[in-house]
């Protein structure tokens, strides 16, 4: 079992900036890939960036691209989201995903073994 926990939600400007955490607990971290995937009103759960076991490698939603960076330590068993550049369309529940299984993160939520609770970021325009 991996337990996961989100922080760092809130609402902010569209411009400014939040970082989001993912705590984990449970089974060894270095064992997953992570990922993060974000849920707005009405809509399907979406991919928005995805890290592999050792850091090495990262992927990203078109739609934050060149906004959103996310990273890990897995002394610390945590990975991070920092988003910047923030847009009203960010608006959403994100949540941070672990995945047993895979080397490459992918964008598709049913493959993921374990999920936080969400955190909630509001992007006023």
């Known amino acids: 079992q991996v337990q996961l926990v989100e922080s760092g939600g809130g609402l902010v400007q569209a411009g400014g900036s939040l970082r989001l955490s993912c705590a984990a607990s449970?089974?060894?971290?270095?064992?997953?890939?992570m990922a993060w995937f974000r849920q707005a009103p009405g809509k399907e759960r979406e991919f928005v960036a995805g890290?592999?076991?050792?850091?090495?490698?990262?992927y990203y939603a078109d739609s934050v691209k060149g906004r959103f960076t996310i990273s890990r330590d897995n002394a610390k068993n945590t990975v991070w989201l920092q988003m910047n550049s923030l847009k009203p369309e960010d608006t959403a529940v994100y949540y941070c995903?672990?995945?047993?299984?895979?080397?490459?993160?992918?964008?598709?939520?049913?493959?993921?073994?374990?999920w936080g609770q969400g955190t909630q970021v509001t992007v006023s325009s």
């Open positions: 995903a672990a995945d047993l299984h895979v080397l490459i993160p992918t964008a598709i939520p049913s493959r993921y073994d374990y």
């Open positions: 449970g089974r060894t971290f270095n064992n997953y890939a």
């Open positions: 890290i592999t076991r050792s850091g090495g490698r990262t």
